[in-house]
């Protein structure tokens, strides 16, 4: 716990405990304050806040020890209280300045709003004249007046030692100087951690009182995401300016949320032309609510927080919120990272996901380019900049048929510096022509993408009756089976939405394009299913198949057991070469073993032991109907007809096990990456594990796939 606490603050912790002013006891239990006298319990939730707000006042306000009084004791009527912190303006503590106090951070909205009103209480007896409410991450600040009634007044900050001047902003740009010449607060960077929890605090403020649900408090979440990466963007600002993504002091607290909201609309106006496909209707919050939010981002700096940090934080943060809201299974961070290391992705590749969700491939493949990218030209560098935001913005693609999800994609991309353009909400196995003008993005064309990574949705059916472009799939038409030749080619009823993505990503692809896809297990294995293994063979190499442990999905709700196929498209002219030799060896067998005459032999076999059966004497002189519902009779054709089936059963497996064996002369001679990971880096409940044997087989999958592609060059 300890380690944990004070990395969320270590510069102000390292200051304080380089300066003597705290001590934390060997065993982690205990903080001291040395100069006070004083120790607390270090593993309750609120005395790293208390720790914290006091360092601030020391380190950063200039208060000086013994101008500031911890834990100290107020008298609210004929009870007495205890204030976290009282600073005065004299070393007597005759003057009380400011009450602070401090809730752990995961406090509710309600429980802060209640620690606001107990601060306020405990400045009215004292008769001082400010108000710091605090759990770590959110802050709020207020003026007591002199007079009666004692109303609040919301201020930016509070006092600096040496000067009761107050500005109306605390966060300028670069922590330059305001107007008055009083230096601001510089936006801070965060860690991963500290941004996931102010998220998680932030949305449960939104909907946590019921006025608004989970998903539409995500939605205006969003939004002031938005705002606040617009805000830190703009340009035409001077170090000290204020940022207009933060509290600015107004006469009342009214006056100070409607200033806000006007803020933020004005953002969000101005962001909405650059982007209008990210959100079509307006901020929808009260003030009151906005500034809730706000309170708990103001103090971020998203733009310079590491990308991998924010990154992960919000993801974390949102596979949470829609995994319990939209059943979504949004595929683990290992995984994504293992499909998008083994691939050769560069800049000047077409890069798609088919089911994209959040973005999280996108985004692994966009790091990938910008890595690379940085590595050729320098981080800081114009053609680095130009190589990987080209590729954002021109080559990057994603379809999700959720319009929440494919907008929080979006949101995903623009806080990773952009990307976003080319995410889409819409249907993926719409005929590509729909797709491209359903969402008015030409990006969208058949065998133009070099790559596509993805994990579709598993389990649901697709059924003609719901879904006329079903009879657009190959793999959705049952063909003639080469091994009964009565039967006829017909439109299946349903299939499997994962069986109908792979051949739509076949249509996607470019002539040698890449495919990375997540597939339930039973594709590789179900015996009803060797009819999509035949086509993939004859459309693609298969390239590589790693098979992920039972665990992979547990954690995000979902159990089916799954591998990743590595594949690559074929030259049309060599699947086409492969159908036809493969349908020219089936017409050899079946007239070697001459298939027809067999399977008739067998027909009559059964009829004329039928026929017998319905001469026998027991069974001659009852009518057909009563013949038929007799137990003995139907056990007698019963065993007939088993008898004829299994004879076929053993004709058709003879010639099938014969074309199994001569039919791999056919293909050539390509060998296949086989590899089985039992530990991912995580465990059935998400949480991290010591090994993760996907780096491993990566390491050596990437090399097998540029072997394989320098063959085929």
């Given at each position: 716990?300890?380690?944990?606490?004070?990395?969320?603050?270590?510069?102000?912790?390292?200051?304080?405990?380089?300066?003597?002013?705290?001590?934390?006891?060997?065993?982690?239990?205990?903080?001291?304050?040395?100069?006070?006298?004083?120790?607390?319990?270090?593993?309750?939730?609120?005395?790293?806040?208390?720790?914290?707000?006091?360092?601030?006042?020391?380190?950063?306000?200039?208060?000086?020890?013994?101008?500031?009084?911890?834990?100290?004791?107020?008298?609210i009527?004929?009870?007495?209280?205890?204030a976290?912190?009282e600073?005065?303006?004299?070393?007597?503590?005759?003057?009380?300045?400011?009450?602070?106090?401090?809730?752990?951070?995961?406090?509710?909205?309600?429980?802060?709003?209640?620690?606001?009103?107990?601060?306020?209480?405990?400045?009215?007896?004292?008769?001082?004249?400010?108000?710091?409410?605090?759990?770590?991450?959110?802050?709020?600040?207020?003026?007591?007046?002199?007079k009666?009634?004692?109303?609040?007044?919301?201020v930016?900050?509070?006092?600096?030692?040496?000067?009761?001047?107050?500005?109306?902003?605390?966060y300028?740009?670069?922590?330059?100087?305001?107007?008055?010449g009083?230096?601001?607060?510089?936006?801070?960077?965060?860690?991963?951690?500290?941004?996931?929890?102010?998220?998680?605090?932030?949305?449960?403020?939104?909907?946590?009182?019921?006025?608004?649900?989970?998903?539409?408090?995500?939605?205006?979440?969003?939004?002031?995401?938005?705002?606040?990466?617009?805000d830190?963007?703009?340009?035409d600002?001077?170090?000290?300016?204020?940022?207009?993504?933060?509290?600015?002091?107004?006469?009342?607290?009214?006056?100070?949320?409607?200033?806000?909201?006007?803020?933020?609309?004005?953002?969000?106006?101005?962001?909405?032309?650059?982007?209008?496909?990210?959100?079509?209707?307006?901020?929808?919050?009260?003030?009151?609510?906005?500034?809730?939010?706000?309170?708990?981002?103001?103090?971020?700096?998203?733009?310079?927080?590491?990308?991998d940090?924010?990154?992960?934080?919000?993801?974390?943060?949102?596979?949470?919120?829609?995994?319990?809201?939209?059943?979504?299974?949004?595929?683990?961070?290992?995984?994504?990272k293992?499909?998008?290391?083994?691939?050769?992705?560069?800049?000047?590749?077409?890069?798609?996901?088919?089911?994209?969700?959040?973005?999280?491939f996108?985004?692994?493949?966009?790091?990938?380019?910008?890595?690379?990218?940085?590595?050729?030209?320098?981080?800081?560098?114009?053609?680095?900049?130009?190589?990987?935001?080209?590729?954002?913005?021109?080559r990057?693609?994603g379809?999700?048929?959720?319009?929440?999800?494919?907008?929080?994609?979006?949101?995903?991309?623009?806080?990773h510096?952009?990307?976003?353009?080319?995410?889409?909400?819409?249907?993926?196995?719409?005929?590509?022509?729909?797709?491209?003008?359903?969402t008015?993005?030409?990006?969208?064309?058949?065998?133009?993408?070099?790559?596509?990574?993805?994990?579709p949705?598993?389990?649901?059916?697709?059924?003609?009756?719901?879904?006329?472009?079903?009879?657009?799939y190959?793999?959705?038409?049952r063909?003639v089976?080469?091994?009964?030749?009565?039967?006829?080619?017909?439109?299946?009823?349903?299939?499997?939405?994962?069986?109908?993505?792979?051949?739509?990503?076949?249509?996607?692809?470019?002539?040698?394009?890449?495919?990375?896809?997540?597939?339930?297990?039973?594709?590789?294995?179900?015996?009803?299913?060797?009819?999509?293994?035949?086509?993939?063979?004859?459309?693609?190499?298969?390239?590589?198949?790693?098979?992920?442990?039972?665990?992979?999905?547990?954690?995000?709700?979902?159990?089916?057991?799954?591998?990743?196929?590595?594949?690559?498209?074929?030259?049309?002219?060599?699947?086409?070469?492969?159908r036809?030799?493969?349908?020219?060896?089936?017409?050899?067998?079946?007239?070697?073993?001459?298939?027809?005459?067999?399977?008739?032999?067998?027909?009559?076999?059964?009829?004329?032991?039928?026929?017998?059966?319905?001469?026998?004497?027991?069974?001659?002189?009852?009518?057909?109907?009563?013949r038929?519902?007799?137990?003995?009779?139907k056990?007698?054709?019963?065993e007939?007809?088993?008898?004829?089936?299994?004879?076929?059963?053993?004709?058709?497996?003879?010639?099938?096990?014969?074309?199994?064996q001569?039919?791999?002369?056919?293909f050539?001679?390509?060998?296949?990456?086989?590899?089985?990971?039992?530990?991912?880096?995580?465990?059935?409940?998400?949480?991290?594990?010591?090994?993760?044997?996907?780096?491993?087989?990566?390491?050596?999958l990437?090399k097998?796939?540029?072997?394989?592609?320098?063959?085929?060059?």
């Amino acid at each position: 716990m300890k380690k944990k606490q004070i990395t969320r603050n270590d510069d102000l912790f390292a200051l304080g405990l380089a300066k003597r002013l705290i001590r934390i006891s060997e065993d982690g239990k205990r903080v001291e304050y040395l100069n006070h006298g004083i120790s607390r319990d270090w593993t309750k939730p609120e005395a790293i806040v208390e720790a914290k707000a006091y360092l601030t006042l020391a380190l950063q306000y200039g208060y000086p020890d013994d101008r500031i009084r911890l834990f100290a004791p107020v008298t609210i009527g004929s009870s007495l209280r205890e204030a976290d912190i009282e600073v005065y303006a004299d070393a007597t503590h005759e003057s009380p300045i400011i009450i602070v106090e401090c809730k752990k951070e995961e406090v509710s909205e309600a429980e802060f709003r209640q620690a606001v009103e107990q601060a306020f209480s405990y400045a009215v007896s004292e008769g001082a004249k400010y108000v710091w409410t605090t759990s770590g991450i959110k802050n709020e600040y207020y003026e007591v007046p002199d007079k009666k009634p004692k109303a609040r007044k919301t201020v930016a900050d509070i006092p600096r030692f040496g000067s009761m001047y107050i500005s109306e902003y605390r966060y300028g740009v670069n922590g330059g100087l305001n107007k008055h010449g009083q230096k601001t607060f510089a936006l801070k960077l965060v860690t991963e951690s500290e941004l996931t929890h102010r998220f998680a605090q932030a949305h449960q403020a939104l909907w946590g009182g019921g006025e608004l649900n989970p998903s539409d408090a995500f939605d205006e979440f969003d939004k002031l995401i938005f705002c606040k990466i617009w805000d830190e963007r703009k340009v035409d600002r001077e170090d000290g300016d204020p940022y207009d993504f933060q509290i600015i002091a107004e006469d009342t607290v009214e006056q100070t949320n409607a200033a806000l909201l006007k803020r933020l609309k004005d953002l969000y106006a101005e962001g909405r032309k650059q982007a209008p496909e990210v959100f079509k209707d307006d901020i929808r919050l009260s003030a009151a609510k906005v500034r809730t939010v706000v309170s708990y981002l103001e103090d971020v700096n998203l733009s310079e927080t590491d990308l991998d940090s924010k990154g992960r934080a919000f993801e974390t943060f949102m596979t949470s919120f829609f995994r319990g809201n939209f059943g979504q299974f949004f595929t683990p961070r290992p995984v994504v990272k293992f499909i998008v290391d083994v691939l050769p992705i560069r800049s000047d590749w077409r890069v798609l996901d088919t089911s994209c969700g959040s973005g999280g491939f996108l985004l692994h493949a966009l790091d990938k380019v910008r890595k690379a990218a940085e590595r050729k030209f320098g981080a800081s560098t114009v053609g680095c900049y130009k190589c990987w935001h080209g590729f954002a913005q021109e080559r990057l693609f994603g379809i999700e048929i959720n319009e929440q999800i494919a907008r929080t994609a979006k949101m995903n991309m623009i806080i990773h510096d952009d990307g976003h353009t080319n995410v889409v909400a819409a249907d993926g196995l719409l005929p590509i022509g729909d797709i491209a003008t359903k969402t008015g993005n030409r990006g969208f064309r058949d065998e133009s993408f070099d790559c596509i990574i993805t994990n579709p949705p598993f389990g649901s059916t697709i059924k003609q009756t719901e879904h006329a472009y079903l009879g657009l799939y190959n793999l959705a038409e049952r063909e003639v089976d080469w091994l009964n030749p009565k039967s006829k080619a017909a439109q299946r009823p349903g299939v499997s939405s994962e069986i109908l993505f792979i051949e739509q990503c076949w249509h996607f692809l470019v002539e040698g394009g890449y495919l990375a896809i997540v597939i339930p297990d039973g594709i590789l294995t179900n015996a009803s299913l060797q009819y999509v293994r035949d086509w993939i063979m004859d459309k693609f190499r298969v390239l590589a198949v790693v098979s992920l442990p039972q665990t992979t999905f547990m954690s995000t709700g979902a159990g089916v057991k799954s591998s990743v196929l590595f594949l690559r498209k074929r030259p049309r002219s060599l699947g086409k070469h492969l159908r036809e030799a493969k349908e020219s060896l089936q017409r050899e067998i079946a007239e070697k073993w001459s298939l027809a005459d067999d399977l008739a032999k067998i027909d009559k076999r059964r009829k004329t032991a039928l026929e017998k059966l319905d001469k026998r004497p027991e069974f001659a002189a009852l009518e057909k109907k009563v013949r038929k519902e007799n137990a003995e009779y139907k056990t007698a054709a019963d065993e007939i007809a088993a008898e004829a089936e299994k004879a076929t059963a053993e004709l058709r497996d003879k010639l099938e096990s014969e074309y199994r064996q001569r039919s791999t002369d056919i293909f050539p001679d390509e060998d296949i990456f086989m590899a089985i990971a039992e530990d991912i880096g995580f465990d059935a409940t998400g949480k991290a594990t010591k090994v993760n044997e996907l780096d491993e087989i990566g390491a050596e999958l990437a090399k097998f796939i540029k072997t394989a592609a320098e063959e085929r060059a």
